[in-house]
């Protein structure tokens, strides 16, 4: 990786870089700069349907019969748009034996009091 703000950044400081609610050539790109974690909001969809329109289209119209409850579809719909973003970090996770390469889901605000459901 040639030297960047980024590598400093992870080489000199405690510091470490997560990219926050990427497409997949926004991952390439930040873990080539020393990325090594992700999240997304709840808004991801949402995110993705302007940014990345055929994937999520094709990932809503596959999921949309697999509950009439709506909320149950949306996080259905957020686990498979991430689902492609796990795969590209998981390298990491191996390598690191399990220190980085995390990405992690912010769900559904409605249930931020359900533990069974967050688990």
């Known amino acids: 990786m040639k030297e960047n703000y980024f590598a400093k950044l992870k080489e000199k400081t405690d510091t ?25 909001n709840p808004t991801y969809g949402a ?8 994937f999520a289209e094709e990932v809503i ?21 991430v689902a492609r973003i796990i795969e590209l970090f998981r390298p990491l996770h191996k390598e690191s034996e399990g220190r980085y390469g995390y990405v992690s889901i912010q769900g559904d605000p409605y249930a931020d009091i359900d533990a069974e459901h967050i688990l």
């Open 16 to 40: 470490r870089l997560w990219v926050n609610n990427p497409t997949v050539p926004e991952v390439h790109q930040a873990l080539e700069h020393g990325a090594v974690c992700c999240t997304t």
């Open 47 to 54: 995110n993705m349907l302007r940014r990345d329109t055929a």
């Open 61 to 81: 119209d596959r999921t949309l019969g697999q509950s009439d409850n709506n909320s149950v579809v949306a996080d259905l719909v957020q686990q498979r748009l």
